[in-house]
């Protein structure tokens, strides 16, 4: 008998942490504090986990749902290291080559090779002097990665004092926080195709070439110098590989469980409501959309942030995909193509400045069955569309038709094939999908813009300011859209309830 109880009181108690949604940052904070002793416990509203990543499989096809850029792989690798583990106990990784492919007009067509000196040869040979311009360009890129790599992406954003110290003041100019994207552009190159093929990565994950600093060019670094990856078998194998590792490490998944309110006393909460079943908790980390926990979930006297903040925010743009199963194989295109026949700059204006549908868009094709046959049935292609569009206006099924048509129209003149015959699949997606699927503020796609007055310690802040135990990650937060960030995301969050917990740092 006095044994039994000895024993009990020396197991030390699990702190639960019921975390909020299992896209990346959910799972990826999940395993960081399992592996620190928590109880964990995700919440996820779908079926399936990986959010804006989930896969989904039909008549043969399988498509990834969002994400298709495998970029910045030294994120992943420095993530699975926590755990003692390597991306290959999960996934297989393949280097595209060429990485994609711009069609500027019909038969004016450029291939991104991956190796690094031929595309040097491809801009010295579209601008004299580019070649070098390219190499000094990716050299400043290089440094921003590095240093924003080891000195603030890894930071909670809590305070501008996490960024003053002396290395980090010194490389401030050298960063180019205060210098647009756009002018660190035009100091480099003359040519606007140039222009274009450096300026896509900032444009499709949330901002414009205006209104983007300068620093964000380390996206290119990350792009042409690290190279673009595919995870064979797709995106979502990192989400199952993510899963497993969770699971392994005693992470518990609850499916079909949209959180639908919380109890408190005083300033915490104490359990949290899903799908009518209550949950106590000392912690919660929400890793759904910010602006909808806080303004739906939150009652108003626990909000950190107003309804006025949340509609001045930037929010990066939401897209209009079709995911189509051809019944023959395509030429022309590559697993990544991007169709920039038509002005980018007005096509920005439309997501930023003039919010509407784009008059003349540009469009990204991803096919992944150009480099994976277990995605689409022999001899055919399952291939993902996607206009970058402005959140919050109107969508209709009208209007997706519009666009759909107006696809089918450039595919023929650019790539010289009619598919409207072979198309044995068709499903399309757009704000009233991300909107029910996720909660997504105005049907956003990837979070908030980068713009400088939305980077680092001036985000949505990890923690509530009202309620001392709910914490915040994902892309809406620190350190921003995109696979990778939501994976640091959720390692920076999972760290901060850790540190409150006295348990490290
Ligand atoms: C079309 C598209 C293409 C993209 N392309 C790329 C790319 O090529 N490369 C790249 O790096 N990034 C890309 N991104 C961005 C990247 O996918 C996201 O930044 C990242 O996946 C966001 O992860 P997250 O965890 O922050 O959010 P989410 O993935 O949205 O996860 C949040 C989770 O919370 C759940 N949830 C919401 N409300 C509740 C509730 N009440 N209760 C319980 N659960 C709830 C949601 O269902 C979801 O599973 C793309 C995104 C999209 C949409």
């Known amino acids: 008998m006095f044994g039994v109880v000895f024993i009990i009181t020396l197991v030390p108690k699990m702190k639960k942490v019921i975390v909020i949604g299992a896209g990346f940052s959910g799972l990826a904070s999940a ?18 986990p990986g959010g804006r990543a989930r896969k989904f499989a039909e008549n043969g096809f399988t498509f990834d749902m969002g994400p298709s850029w495998y970029w910045m792989p030294d994120v ?6 926590l755990f003692k583990k390597i991306t290959t ?15 500027f007009g019909k038969d004016e067509i450029v291939d991104m090779p991956a190796t690094f000196n031929e595309i040097v040869e491809i801009f010295e040979k579209a601008e004299k002097g580019a070649g070098a311009e390219l190499i000094s360009f990716l050299k400043e890129a290089e440094y921003k990665y590095k240093v924003s790599m080891s000195k603030f992406v890894y930071k909670p ?11 980090m003041l010194a490389s401030v100019f050298k960063l180019h926080m205060f210098r647009s994207f756009d002018s660190h552009l035009k100091a480099h190159f003359k040519s606007a195709r140039l222009r274009q093929m450096l300026e ?10 205006k209104s983007t600093p300068a620093l964000y060019s380390l996206m290119n670094y990350g792009d042409i110098k690290l190279g673009t990856w595919y995870p064979v078998g797709g995106m979502y194998k990192v989400v199952e590989g993510m899963v497993e590792l969770a699971t392994s490490l005693g992470v518990k998944f609850v499916y079909n469980s949209p959180v639908e309110s919380f109890e408190f006393k005083n300033d915490k909460i104490t359990a949290v409501i899903a799908a009518g079943k209550r949950y106590d908790t000392p912690y919660v980390l929400a890793s759904a959309d910010y602006q909808y926990v806080e303004q739906t979930l939150l009652p108003d006297e626990y909000r950190t942030y107003t309804e006025k903040y949340w509609n001045s925010r930037v929010l990066s743009p939401s897209s209009l995909i079709f995911f189509l ?5 395509l030429d022309g295109i590559e697993h990544h193509t991007l169709f920039f026949d038509q002005d980018l700059a007005k096509h920005a204006d439309s997501i930023y400045e003039t919010p509407g549908w784009p008059a003349n868009p540009s469009i990204y094709f991803s096919c992944t069955s150009k480099t994976d046959s277990t995605v689409a049935p022999e001899g055919m292609e399952n291939l993902f569309v996607l206009i970058p569009v402005a959140p919050g206006i109107e969508d209709t099924e009208e209007i997706r038709e519009k666009y759909f048509q107006i696809i089918l129209q450039r595919f023929k003149l650019l790539t010289g094939q009619d598919i ?18 996720y909660h997504a503020f105005k049907g956003n796609a990837y979070g908030l813009a980068n713009t400088l007055l939305q980077t680092a310690f001036l ?13 915040y990650t994902g892309q809406l937060t620190v350190p921003g859209p995109g696979v990778p960030p939501a994976l640091i995301s959720g390692e920076i969050a999972a760290n901060l309830i850790i540190k409150n917990e006295g348990i490290r740092g």
């Not at 395993?31 to 399936?48: M, P, R, W």
């Not at 992943?76 to 290291?81: L, Q, T």
Request: proline residues 4%; aromatic residues 18%.
């Open 31 to 48: 395993s960081v504090l399992a592996q620190a002793g928590f109880d964990v416990t995700v919440l996820e509203k779908n079926s399936s």
């Open 76 to 81: 992943f690798d420095k993530f699975f290291a």
């Open 89 to 103: 106990d999960y996934y297989e990784l393949y280097r595209l080559d060429p990485s994609y492919r711009f069609y």
């Open 157 to 167: 954003g809590i305070s501008v004092f996490e960024f003053a110290h002396p290395e």
């Open 200 to 209: 896509f990565p900032i444009l499709f994950l949330g901002g414009t070439a």
């Open 325 to 329: 199963g051809i019944d023959k194989k």
């Open 420 to 437: 409207s015959e072979n198309i044995v699949f068709k499903r399309s997606y757009a704000h009233a999908d991300f909107e029910s699927d």
């Open 459 to 471: 985000k949505p802040k990890m923690r509530s300011k009202k309620v001392s135990n709910l914490f």
